[in-house]
């Protein structure tokens, strides 16, 4: 059943001075007294309050605006008029006066997106920029542009409403009756309206004669014309607080007497039920009593809805400039400026979270419950809005208020089965349009992330670019709680091991780190488990645990006990703990090798076998280089300075850690032509290309070179052209090679021919001119052995 209200205020004798208000002598915008004389003069408890100003509008209707003047002490401030569906299309900007200091700040731009219609259907229902809070002030300026665009011109009724949150120490009495109270400078004092009958609580369901009746457009909360569930009335609980008792309108003499309205009937309605469970745990939450909203600024009921299938996210305040110790007075402004500047039934949003990630419960009807909020034009029903409090146009929240909405989320979604990073139909509750320009028409569904922005929903900017941009990591974070185990548990490292494929070898000690994407805080205790039993445990903080494991094959995993006692365990990893070291089964040799010889470098080849019982990892060679090959490498090229003996020191290395060394060390020396027995026609010839400068040539068949010389390789090295010709090498009297030196690119110092043996040895090499036809020219440079 739709509700119906009824709103009444008396009005009070405007008096030159009113107790324990500090009225202000002089004409408007006259100086006002000092910070510290208003400061001390505000009362340490008082109850939230909203001060109202008229802005004078030019004649042409352009601007508007209120001279600067004093006023009594306030800490958040907007700009309202009269027609909720009315728009200031230009500049609303105002500047206030530090209470503490007296200094003036800068010109504030107050955010004029609000659509008044969000809270539509009641009396009293004002257009409004959205809130500032400015801090404790106690001056103000404000002025209005209408602009210059399409329809430009200002609304009816514009006025300054400044909201002193009262204080902050015990829960405040109640208020007194209705009434309107003249004060500083033409500032109107709003205080508290009693208590609106419902029509369930007429008797005779019908508003009352004078009272307007909302038309089918003008439905609360959020425009739908499907009306609300019955509200059963909450039972008394922290949840569900009962609403305090309506205080009676006080009458004066001033002040016409209301019309006579109706005895309510008081009927037993049953509790509601028990609000279900969530997937995700509750967060701690600040209830309205802790924050001490002042309960008398309506005694409505809340309405209640099936379900929560979305989250709206909003940014509000429009400042990051604040202390978190101000943020219970800021919820209270907000809950004041909501109700009796805008003139909703209740602070619009279901919770608000500040920069420090404190989360207040919003509208009252239980944080557990599924409250009718006013947060989202269209889409107020079924869904949830959360505000952050600060400006986040182009900045980024901190991340503890952005972990805060996600963890409101994932309760709030989880308690009816609701997905944070999937996507759900909502039904339209009147016609409009997003940021993007996306048109929706009244009754129509449209699909929505299950946690989405204001400006998904409704042309705005909020909940600004910077908050907006982060909505994925929300969605993120609140989908790891949406559950109520530890979710993407699994090992990311064992240090003091190494991995091969799937298994980890280690000598003993290892040390296992893991992850989970659950947040530590929602995590109990971490386990590590060895062959299924606990060897260590740790808090839910903490995601690293070592072991000292036996000899032998072991499975390794962790163990997560969430909050809610339910455990998750990971895959397992395979750990074999050995110190069997490994093995050079063929240890380190070098031989000579072909390629360019010169006088500080000879090309050789390393040669090696590694093994191991478990598993190879590496072979490093540490001298003369450094280089680290692979377990399946046996072999690699080097060179090696000539006349020098060389240690060539290499070690196996296991996965486990365990090692072996061996060594080999050669020196390469080079024999000269000149140095081998010549037999037949032979021609020196002279270059800086050749070894010593000097070569021998002949193009005389049979003609012959020997070298003599102990040691386990040679390499016989030659110059090569495109007509060079064929040579017969015989090795210790065999014939052992016929070797052709044509080459179509001319080389130099060209280790052509090699070959080695197992030990070191007396050996001859003779190498034989062919005599091949057309080419039968060939040119030595000498003789390479490595001893």
């Given at each position: 059943?739709?509700?119906?209200?009824?709103?009444w205020?008396?009005?009070?004798?405007a008096?030159?001075a009113?107790?324990?208000?500090?009225?202000?002598?002089?004409?408007?915008?006259?100086?006002?007294?000092?910070?510290?004389?208003d400061?001390?003069?505000?009362?340490?408890?008082?109850?939230?309050?909203?001060?109202?100003?008229?802005?004078t509008?030019?004649?042409?209707?352009?601007?508007?605006?209120?001279?600067?003047?004093?006023?009594?002490?306030?800490?958040?401030?907007?700009?309202?008029?009269?027609?909720?569906?009315?728009?200031v299309?230009g500049?609303?900007?105002?500047?206030?006066?530090?209470?503490?200091t007296?200094?003036w700040?800068?010109?504030l731009p107050?955010?004029?997106?609000i659509?008044?219609r969000?809270?539509?259907g009641r009396?009293?229902?004002?257009g409004?920029t959205?809130?500032?809070?400015?801090?404790?002030?106690?001056?103000?300026?404000?002025?209005?542009?209408?602009?210059?665009?399409a329809?430009?011109?200002?609304?009816?009724?514009?006025?300054?409403?400044?909201?002193?949150?009262?204080?902050?120490?015990?829960?405040?009495?109640?208020a007194?009756?209705?009434?309107?109270?003249?004060?500083t400078?033409?500032?109107t004092?709003?205080?508290?309206?009693?208590?609106?009958?419902?029509?369930e609580?007429?008797?005779?369901?019908e508003p009352?004669?004078?009272?307007?009746?909302?038309?089918p457009?003008?439905?609360?909360g959020?425009?739908?014309?499907?009306?609300?569930?019955?509200?059963?009335?909450?039972?008394?609980?922290?949840?569900?607080?009962?609403?305090?008792?309506?205080?009676?309108p006080t009458?004066?003499?001033?002040?016409?007497?209301?019309?006579?309205?109706?005895?309510?009937?008081?009927?037993?309605?049953?509790?509601?039920?028990?609000?279900?469970?969530?997937t995700?745990?509750?967060?701690?939450?600040?209830?309205?009593?802790?924050?001490?909203?002042?309960e008398t600024?309506?005694?409505?009921?809340p309405?209640y809805?099936d379900?929560?299938?979305?989250?709206?996210?909003?940014?509000?305040?429009?400042?990051?400039?604040?202390?978190?110790?101000?943020s219970p007075?800021?919820?209270?402004?907000?809950?004041?400026?909501?109700?009796?500047?805008?003139?909703?039934?209740?602070?619009?949003?279901?919770f608000?979270?500040?920069?420090?990630?404190?989360?207040?419960?919003?509208?009252k009807?239980?944080?557990?419950?599924?409250?009718?909020?006013?947060h989202?034009?269209?889409?107020?029903r079924?869904?949830?809005?959360?505000?952050?409090?600060?400006?986040?146009?182009?900045t980024?929240?901190a991340s503890?208020?952005?972990?805060?909405?996600?963890?409101?989320?994932?309760?709030?979604?989880?308690?009816?089965?609701?997905n944070?990073?999937?996507?759900v139909q909502?039904?339209?509750?009147?016609?409009?349009?997003?940021?993007?320009?996306?048109?929706?028409?009244a009754?129509?569904?449209?699909?929505?992330?299950?946690?989405?922005?204001?400006?998904?929903g409704?042309?705005?900017?909020?909940?600004?670019?910077?908050?907006?941009g982060?909505?994925?990591a929300?969605?993120?974070?609140?989908?790891?709680?949406?559950?109520?185990?530890?979710a993407?548990l699994?090992?990311a490292?064992?240090?003091g091991?190494?991995?091969?494929?799937?298994?980890?070898?280690?000598?003993?000690?290892?040390?296992v780190?893991?992850k989970?994407?659950?947040?530590?805080?929602?995590?109990?205790?971490?386990?590590?488990?060895?062959?299924?039993?606990?060897?260590?445990?740790?808090k839910g903080n903490?995601?690293?645990?070592p072991?000292?494991?036996?000899?032998g094959?072991?499975?390794?995993?962790?163990?997560a006990?969430?909050?809610?006692?339910?455990v998750?365990?990971?895959?397992?990893?395979?750990?074999?703990?050995e110190?069997?070291?490994?093995?050079?089964?063929?240890?380190?040799?070098?031989?000579l090798?072909?390629?360019?010889?010169?006088?500080?470098a000879?090309?050789?080849?390393?040669?090696?076998?590694?093994?191991?019982?478990?598993?190879?990892?590496?072979?490093?060679?540490?001298?003369p280089?450094?280089k680290?090959?692979?377990?399946?490498?046996?072999?690699a090229?080097?060179t090696a300075?000539?006349?020098?003996?060389?240690?060539?020191?290499?070690?196996?290395y296991d996965h486990a850690?365990?090692?072996?060394?061996?060594?080999?060390?050669?020196?390469?020396?080079?024999?000269?032509?000149?140095?081998?027995?010549?037999?037949?026609?032979?021609?020196s010839?002279?270059?800086?290309?050749?070894?010593?400068?000097?070569?021998?040539?002949?193009?005389?068949?049979?003609?012959a070179l020997?070298?003599?010389?102990?040691?386990?390789?040679?390499?016989?090295?030659?110059?090569?052209?495109?007509?060079?010709?064929?040579?017969?090498?015989?090795?210790d009297?065999?014939?052992?090679?016929?070797?052709?030196?044509?080459?179509?690119?001319?080389?130099?110092?060209?280790?052509?021919?090699?070959?080695?043996?197992?030990?070191?040895?007396?050996?001859?090499?003779?190498?034989?001119?062919?005599?091949?036809k057309?080419?039968?020219?060939?040119?030595?440079?000498?003789?390479?052995?490595?001893?």
């Open positions: 059943m739709r509700t119906q209200r009824r709103v205020a008396t009005a009070a004798v008096t030159a009113v107790t324990g208000v500090l009225v202000f002598q002089g004409v408007t915008g006259a100086p006002a007294p000092s910070g510290d004389a400061a001390k003069s505000a009362p340490a408890e008082a109850e939230a309050d909203v001060r109202t100003t008229p802005l509008t030019s004649k042409d209707g352009g601007s508007a605006s209120l001279a600067r003047r004093g006023t009594e002490r306030f800490s958040l401030l907007g700009v309202t008029w009269t027609d909720p569906a009315a728009k299309t500049r609303v900007e105002a500047r206030t006066r530090s209470a503490a007296g200094e700040s800068g010109w107050l955010d004029t997106e659509d008044g969000t809270e539509a009396s009293g229902v004002r409004t959205e809130p500032h809070w400015v801090g404790p002030s106690n001056g103000v300026e404000v002025r209005v542009d209408a602009g210059d665009g329809g430009a011109g200002l609304p009816e009724g514009l006025r300054l409403d400044t909201v002193d949150p009262g204080g902050s120490g015990a829960p405040l009495a109640a007194p009756a209705a009434h309107t109270t003249r004060t400078a033409g500032a004092r709003l205080a508290a309206a009693p208590a609106a009958f419902t029509a609580d007429d008797p005779t369901g009352t004669p004078g009272e307007e009746t909302p038309s457009t003008d439905d609360p959020d425009g739908q014309t499907d009306e609300p569930s019955p509200t059963p009335t909450p039972s008394p609980s922290t949840e569900n607080p009962t609403p305090p008792a309506s205080p009676t009458p004066t003499t001033a002040t016409p007497k209301p019309p006579a309205s109706p005895t309510p009937t008081v009927t037993s309605t049953p509790p509601l039920p028990p609000a279900p469970p969530s995700a745990p509750r967060p701690p939450i600040v209830s309205r009593a802790d924050w001490k909203a002042e600024l309506n005694n409505e009921a309405d809805l379900q929560v299938k979305a989250v709206f996210v909003h940014h509000t305040t429009q400042t990051n400039s604040y202390s978190c110790a101000d007075a800021m919820v209270r402004a907000l809950h004041t400026y909501h109700v009796k500047s805008r003139g909703w039934k209740d602070i619009g949003y279901n608000v979270v500040d920069k420090c990630g404190t989360i207040f419960e919003g509208r009807g239980g944080a557990d419950r599924a409250v009718l909020g006013a989202t034009y269209g889409f107020n079924d869904t949830t809005g959360i505000a952050v409090m600060g400006l986040h146009t182009d980024k929240a503890a208020a952005t972990d805060a909405v996600a963890r409101v989320a994932a309760w709030k979604l989880g308690q009816y089965k609701g944070p990073t999937g996507t909502l039904t339209a509750g009147a016609d409009g349009n997003n940021l993007a320009g996306k048109k929706f028409t009754q129509q569904q449209y699909p929505f992330q299950q946690i989405s922005g204001h400006r998904d409704f042309a705005t900017e909020c909940p600004g670019t910077g908050l907006y982060q909505l994925p929300i969605r993120s974070l609140a989908g790891a709680l949406a559950t109520d185990k530890v993407g699994a090992i490292s064992v240090t091991a190494s991995a091969s494929g799937t298994t980890y070898y280690t000598k003993s000690k290892i040390t780190s893991w989970a994407t659950t947040p530590a805080s929602f995590v109990k205790s971490y386990e590590l488990l060895v062959g299924g039993k606990p060897v260590a445990v740790v903490v995601t690293s645990a072991a000292t494991l036996a000899l094959r072991h499975s390794v995993q962790v163990r006990t969430h909050q809610s006692g339910k998750t365990t990971s895959a397992a990893a395979t750990v074999v703990a110190q069997t070291p490994p093995a050079f089964t063929a240890k380190p040799a070098l031989t090798r072909t390629g360019t010889v010169n006088a500080s000879v090309p050789l080849t390393l040669k090696w076998k590694a093994a191991d019982t478990a598993a190879l990892k590496e072979v490093r060679l540490t001298a280089v450094a680290t090959y692979g377990p399946a490498t046996g072999s090229s080097h300075k000539p006349g020098a003996a060389t240690a060539w020191k290499m070690t196996a850690g365990n090692t072996a060394a061996a060594s080999v060390s050669g020196a390469p020396v080079i024999l000269q032509e000149t140095a081998a027995k010549k037999t037949g026609k032979w021609t010839k002279s270059s800086s290309s050749y070894l010593g400068g000097k070569s021998l040539t002949s193009s005389a068949k049979d003609a020997t070298w003599t010389f102990t040691g386990r390789s040679a390499s016989w090295v030659v110059s090569r052209a495109a007509t060079s010709g064929q040579a017969y090498v015989y090795v009297g065999r014939k052992a090679a016929t070797v052709d030196l044509k080459s179509a690119a001319t080389k130099y110092r060209d280790a052509i021919w090699t070959q080695s043996w197992s030990t070191s040895a007396k050996h001859t090499v003779k190498i034989v001119v062919v005599g091949t057309g080419r039968p020219t060939l040119t030595t440079d000498g003789l390479v052995y490595l001893k």
